[in-house]
């Protein structure tokens, strides 16, 4: 049973930084692509950040370019978003998903391709 679990969230002043962790579980995931969403109030989930399955390639939203980095540890199992210069705009619940697409090589920023999902992590950064 494949399950994701994301941490390291919190409540952060504008212009910090905040490291998110997603560990996967239940099967081997160093072939697919993963990537990280979030969710503000009242508005849709949209794409952050996503990473190949070895990590080699990564694509960003706009709106995160140069401030957040994902990367990956697959002898972990364990996908980062590493959050910098933080904005209010930023504020959201952070989600973590994962690809199992049989031979997606790039990443998609289609929330609708990827097949699991953890259970969502808050980060709140205050002006």
């Known amino acids: 049973q494949v399950q994701l679990e994301e941490s390291g969230g919190g409540l952060v002043q504008a212009g910090g930084s905040l490291r998110l962790s997603c560990a996967a579980s239940g099967r081997t995931f160093s072939q697919y692509p993963m990537g990280w969403f979030r969710q503000a109030p009242g508005k849709e989930r949209e794409f952050v950040a996503a990473t190949t399955g070895s990590g080699g390639s990564t694509i960003y939203a706009d709106s995160v370019k140069g401030r957040l980095t994902i990367s990956r540890d697959n002898t972990k199992n364990t996908v980062y978003l590493q959050m910098n210069s933080l904005k209010p705009e930023d504020t959201a619940v952070y989600y973590c998903?994962?690809?199992?697409?049989?031979?997606?090589?790039?990443?998609?920023?289609?929330?609708?391709?990827?097949?699991?999902w953890g259970q969502g992590t808050q980060v709140t950064v205050s002006s």
């Open positions: 998903a994962v690809d199992l697409t049989t031979g997606r090589v790039v990443p998609t920023t289609r929330a609708q391709s990827y097949d699991y």
